[in-house]
């Protein structure tokens, strides 16, 4: 779906299990701030990763939203049925060379690196082997660059790929695309205007835009809230033991969400059916008010 709309946003899960408290303060800020803004916001299933996603869960997550009264616009995007167009754009970069083949495993990677802003620092060692793809990793050749954007809650950000972060993977040795190109090319080709996601994503964002940058393609604006962490410090996630969302505390939990993103609550809104809070909110959305963390915790 490609729009012409001024605003274009998104929520985008990935179906690796239920949604939790986490997704639903990340799916609620992108919906306000394409609600309170007339724009478009769209929904995206990222189950690139094949082997860890299910269609049952993509179905609980649509079931979910519904329950707690978000309404999208156009079809939902699925990433499993758009694998030849991240090829298409794969092959875009090889034929300007900005691509190597790489054979190297994690181990090690991890043994012959330092630490990066997003694990180990990829040392180059394929760079100039000219290996077949067939069986290896490919990845893009880092540009030794500041790379730097102005997040509307974080501030300006800014990176160097080939010192922060190393020459990094777009298709997997095992075939399947990488989530920084499968990224990229949907946001392109759905029009996104606005990303609006949380800041566990904020060191990926340079490299995002430097493969907007290399396709030629349009850098959409970036609001990064703070991550959910629990008691422990942990993200909520499946991997942490996050609870599912229960829609029967819908208004309950969107009420403790804005609370979370530091949005005004008038006495008694969760005691209001779902739609009534979402109105509520978009008519008081104020981004401005979102804590400038990386992460917090729940109360």
């Known amino acids: ?172 040795r095992d075939g399947l695309i990488a989530y920084q190109l499968a990224v990229v090319v949907d946001d392109a080709d759905q029009g996104v205007t606005d990303v609006v996601r949380g800041a566990d994503l904020l060191d990926s964002t340079a490299r995002q835009i430097c493969l907007q940058r290399a396709l030629g393609l349009p850098t959409p604006t970036y609001l990064h809230i703070p991550v959910a962490t629990n008691e422990l410090g942990q993200k909520l996630s499946k991997q942490t033991l996050a609870p599912a969302l229960s829609p029967f505390a819908a208004s309950s939990l969107l009420v403790r969400a804005l609370a979370f993103l530091g949005q005004p609550i008038p006495p008694g809104l969760e005691q209001r059916p779902p739609a009534e809070v979402l109105a509520e909110a978009t008519g008081r959305w104020n981004p401005a008010a979102i804590p400038r963390l990386r992460s917090c915790h729940i109360q």
């Open 1 to 172: 779906m490609t729009s012409t709309a001024s605003y274009v946003g998104r929520f985008a899960p990935s179906p690796t299990g239920p949604l939790h408290f986490g997704s639903l303060v990340a799916c609620l800020a992108s919906y306000l701030d394409a609600r309170a803004r007339s724009g478009i916001w769209l929904v995206r299933m990222e189950d690139v990763d094949t082997g860890r996603c299910r269609s049952a869960y993509a179905e609980d997550i649509l079931a979910t939203l519904r329950a707690f009264a978000f309404d999208w616009d156009g079809p939902v995007m699925v990433q499993s049925r758009q694998v030849a167009r991240y090829q298409a754009a794969l092959q875009r970069l090889a034929a300007h060379q900005l691509t190597f083949a790489c054979s190297c495993t994690r181990r090690e990677i991890a043994d012959s690196s330092i630490a990066g802003v997003d694990g180990p620092i990829y040392p180059g060692t394929c760079r100039l082997r000219h290996l077949g793809d067939a069986g290896n990793a490919v990845r893009l050749r880092a540009p030794d660059e500041m790379i730097c954007f102005v997040d509307r809650t974080q501030g300006r950000i800014c990176q160097n790929l080939a010192s922060d972060v190393g020459d990094f993977v777009l298709l997997r």
